[in-house]
C-alpha cells in the first residue's frame, strides 16, 4: 500500500469546511463580527494547510472565501445574498475538491509523496490510547497484588515441609510410609508451583511494564514532529515573496499532548508566515544592512515548570511600530500618538492590524496574528513580543502543558519519594555537616568555588526533617532560571522515564509540585518544579537577609580566586560586598564608603596588610571599623603583629572554615 499523504489533512480539512458552511448558513440569518472573525481564520488554516500539501485549487477556494468575507469583518451590514450563495458555492466546491483529491489511496504503482510534502502528524485516538493506558496501569497495579501471592505459596509449602518431617518413617507401618511419600511429593509440587509462578510474573511484570511506557509515549507527540511543516511553511512563503529564509527548530525531544501541540501548530504556522512577510527583508535590503542574504527564523521549545514555552524569533527588520500606530488609528483602534512601544505590541496582539500594503496570499488582512491569540487564549496560555530594530522578532507562546514525558531523578527525603526533573539536575555529591555555613536564618555550601544556597528537602515538603543533614546525607545540584541551587535528600532511589500529568487547579498544589505520575506498583508521586524548588531555596537565603540591615564589608586581596570566593560567600550570606586588588585600592575605596568590616591579605605588592591595618587604626573616621587578616603565614611572631596593629582577626589560609568565618563577622558587625 502506497503512504496516505493527505491522512491527517483530510480530518482537519473536513472539519474547517463544516464550520465553514455552518457559518455561512448564520450570516444568512444576520451580520455577526465573531462568525466572521472565525470564519476568516477557518479559511486562512485551511489554505495555508492546502498549501503545504500542494493541493493549490483548495487553497484557491479558501483564499476566495477570504476575499468574500474581508469587507464585512466590522460587522456593520448584512452580507448581501449573492455573496452568501458565492460563499456557499465555494464551501460546496472545497467539499468536492476534498474528496476527489484525498481519497485513501489504494494498490498502486505510483511514489508515495515526498516526506517534504506531508505534514507530520499530531492527531491521534486521545480517548482509546487513554483507556488503554488506564487499563494496563490498572492491570500493573493488580498484578502486583498477584505477586503477593508467592508469600502464600511459600507458607503452604513450608507447611507441607513440616508435614514431611512429622510423618518422617521411623519403623513406621508401611501405610505411614506412603503418607509419607505423599506429603514429600505435595511439597516438591508447591514449591514447583511457587518457582513457576515467580517466573512468569517477572515476566509479565516486564512486558507490562514496557506496554505501559510504550502506550504513554504514543499518548504524546515530539515537538519535532512540527518543525518540518513549519520549515516548509517558511520556504513557501519566502519563495512567494521573493525572499530568502532558514529554518532552524530547537527543543524538539519535548514531548507533550497531542492536543496541545495540534492546536499550537496552527499557531506556529501564522506566526512563521508573519516572520517571512514582515520580518525578513528582501534580499538587497539584508545586503545593504551587511546581514546574510537568507534570513533565520528560529523556534525554540523549553519547559518551563508547569509550562511549555515556544518562541519564533526571526533576525528582520524589527517591527514598524508607527506604521502599526498609523493602521490602528485609521482603523478606529485607541493609538493616540503617545502610545507606548509596549502597548502597540499588545494592540498588534489584538488582530486586525496588518501593515502591509497590498493583500497577499501570504499577508495582508490581519488574521494571522488573530489566530494566534485565538489558540493561546483557547489552551489558556499566553502571548507576548519583543521587537528591536534591524535585529529582528521574537514571539513567546506560553501554554500549560496537559501531559507530558519526562525523564526524572526519583529521591527521598524525610520520608517522602519524590521525582526531580533530570534535565534540571547538574550532579549530586556527599554532604556533611561541617559542609555547611550558616548565619541565623539560612544555609550554603561551597559548589565550584561558589557559596551555593542548601536546603533540605524535607523542610521544603514540611516533612519531619531536620535542618541538619543526616550523616551520609546527598546533596542534588539543581539548576533551574539561571540559578543553582543543592537539595539535600536522604537516599537517590534511581531514574525514570514517564508521563506527568498536572495537577488540577481545585486541588490547590503548592507551586512546588509541577505534577504527578504513577509509579510501577501504581502509587502516585510527585514530581518537583525545578524553577520553583531553586527558587524556594534561594529565597530561605535572600529573604531573610534582605528583611535585615544591610552591612558592607571590604574584601582586599590581590589574588582573583580569592576575592571571589570570599565575595561569594559573604553575599550568600546577605552583606554587600565590595573588593579591591591592592592595600592601596582599598584605602582609596574606605574613602569613599562607610564599611562594616575589612577582610585583608597580608601579601600584597605595594601596601601589604599590616599596612593597611595601621594606616586605618591611624584614621580617626576608620579606626572603628574592624579588620579581619586572611594570610598563609602561620608563625608566631606574624599573629603577633597583627595583634600589635589592630587587627581583631588572624585567619590562616591553610585553616579557612567559612563557618568559622561568618560566625566572627556576624558577631564583629553586631548582629544577633
Known amino acids: 500500500m502506497a503512504a496516505d499523504p493527505y491522512k491527517y489533512f483530510r480530518l482537519e480539512a473536513r472539519e474547517l469546511i463544516d464550520e465553514l458552511g455552518k457559518g455561512t448558513l448564520a450570516l444568512e440569518q ?3 463580527v465573531d462568525t466572521v472573525a472565525r470564519m476568516l481564520r477557518q479559511a486562512h488554516t485551511l489554505k495555508g494547510a492546502a498549501r ?3 493541493l493549490p485549487e483548495i487553497a484557491e477556494r479558501a483564499h476566495a472565501i477570504e476575499d468574500v468575507l474581508a469587507p464585512f469583518r466590522t460587522g456593520s451590514e448584512a452580507i448581501p445574498p449573492d455573496r452568501i450563495a458565492t460563499l456557499l458555492a465555494l464551501v460546496d466546491e472545497l467539499s468536492a475538491l476534498l474528496a476527489r483529491a484525498v481519497s485513501p489511496p489504494r494498490e498502486t504503482t505510483t511514489a508515495a509523496a515526498s516526506p517534504t510534502e506531508v505534514p507530520h502528524s499530531v492527531r491521534t485516538e486521545l480517548a482509546e490510547m487513554d483507556a488503554l493506558l488506564d487499563g494496563v496501569i490498572a492491570t500493573h497495579t493488580r498484578l502486583r497484588g498477584v505477586g503477593e501471592l508467592t508469600g502464600s505459596l511459600q507458607a503452604v509449602r513450608q507447611l507441607a515441609e513440616l508435614v514431611v518431617a512429622q510423618l518422617a518413617p521411623r519403623g513406621a507401618p508401611r501405610d505411614l510410609e506412603r503418607t509419607h511419600a505423599l506429603a514429600e511429593q505435595l511439597r516438591d509440587s508447591v514449591q514447583t508451583c511457587e518457582q513457576m509462578l515467580e517466573t512468569r510474573l517477572e515476566y509479565v511484570d516486564r512486558e507490562l511494564t514496557q506496554v505501559r511506557e510504550t502506550a504513554e509515549h504514543l499518548r504524546l507527540v515530539s515537538v519535532e514532529s512540527t518543525f518540518s511543516s513549519l520549515q516548509r511553511t517558511a520556504r513557501d512563503a519566502a519563495e512567494a515573496l521573493g525572499k530568502q529564509v532558514l529554518f532552524a527548530g530547537r527543543g524538539g525531544r519535548v514531548r507533550l499532548d497531542a492536543q496541545v501541540l495540534v492546536a499550537i501548530q496552527a499557531a506556529l504556522v501564522q506566526l512563521v508566515r508573519n516572520a517571512v512577510a514582515h520580518g525578513i527583508e528582501m534580499p538587497a535590503e539584508r545586503r545593504a544592512a551587511g546581514k546574510s542574504v537568507a534570513g533565520m527564523i528560529e523556534l525554540e521549545v523549553v519547559r518551563r515548570g508547569r509550562r511549555i514555552v515556544f518562541t519564533c524569533r526571526d533576525d528582520g527588520r524589527g517591527l514598524d511600530l508607527e506604521a502599526v500606530r498609523r493602521v490602528a488609528q485609521r482603523r478606529g483602534f485607541a493609538a493616540p500618538a503617545n502610545i507606548g512601544a509596549a502597548e502597540l ?14 493583500v497577499t496570499e501570504v499577508s495582508g488582512r490581519g488574521i494571522g496574528l488573530d489566530v494566534v491569540r485565538e489558540v493561546v487564549e483557547r489552551l489558556g496560555g499566553e502571548v507576548a513580543v519583543r521587537s528591536e530594530p534591524s535585529a529582528g522578532t521574537a514571539f513567546e507562546i506560553v501554554v500549560p502543558v496537559s501531559i507530558a514525558s519526562l525523564e526524572l531523578l526519583v529521591v527521598e527525603a524525610g520520608g517522602v519519594i519524590v521525582a526531580i526533573p533530570l534535565d534540571a539536575v547538574r550532579g549530586t555529591r556527599r554532604v556533611d555537616d561541617a559542609d555547611l555555613a550558616r548565619t541565623a536564618h539560612a544555609q550554603s555550601i561551597l559548589h565550584a568555588d561558589r557559596a551555593t544556597p542548601f536546603v533540605p528537602l524535607g523542610g521544603l515538603l514540611r516533612a519531619a526533617a531536620s535542618g541538619r543533614p543526616r550523616r551520609g546525607a546527598i546533596g542534588v545540584i539543581v539548576e533551574a532560571a539561571g540559578s543553582i541551587a543543592v537539595i ?22 503548592d507551586p512546588l509540585i509541577a505534577g504527578a505520575t504513577v509509579d510501577a506498583a501504581g502509587n502516585p508521586q510527585l514530581v518537583l518544579d525545578p524553577e520553583h524548588l531553586v527558587g524556594a531555596a534561594r529565597d530561605r537565603v535572600l529573604e531573610p537577609a534582605r528583611a535585615m540591615l544591610r552591612h558592607s564589608v571590604l574584601v ?8 571571589m570566593l570570599e565575595q561569594s560567600i559573604l553575599e550568600s550570606a546577605g552583606y554587600d560586598v565590595d573588593t579591591a586588588t591592592s592595600g592601596e585600592h582599598g584605602l582609596e575605596a574606605a574613602s569613599k564608603k562607610r564599611y562594616a568590616l575589612f577582610l585583608v591579605d597580608v601579601e600584597m605588592p605595594g601596601i601589604d596588610g599590616f599596612t593597611f591595618v595601621e594606616r586605618v587604626r591611624a584614621d580617626p573616621a576608620l579606626r572603628d571599623t574592624p579588620a579581619i587578616l586572611i594570610t598563609s603565614r602561620n608563625a608566631a611572631e606574624d599573629r603577633e603583629r597583627g595583634r600589635l596593629v589592630g587587627a581583631q582577626g588572624y585567619i590562616v589560609k591553610s585553616e579557612f572554615d567559612q563557618v568559622d568565618l561568618l560566625a566572627r563577622i556576624q558577631r564583629m558587625v553586631g548582629l544577633p
Open 30 to 32: 444576520g451580520p455577526s
Open 52 to 54: 503545504i500539501v500542494r
Open 345 to 358: 505590541m499588545k494592540l498588534l496582539l489584538r488582530g486586525g492590524i496588518s501593515t502591509s500594503s497590498s
Open 488 to 509: 539535600g535528600v536522604d537516599r537517590l532511589v534511581g531514574t525514570s522515564s514517564t508521563v506527568v500529568r498536572p495537577i488540577p487547579a481545585i486541588a490547590g498544589a
Open 556 to 563: 582586599i586581596d590581590d589574588s582573583m580566586t580569592t576575592r
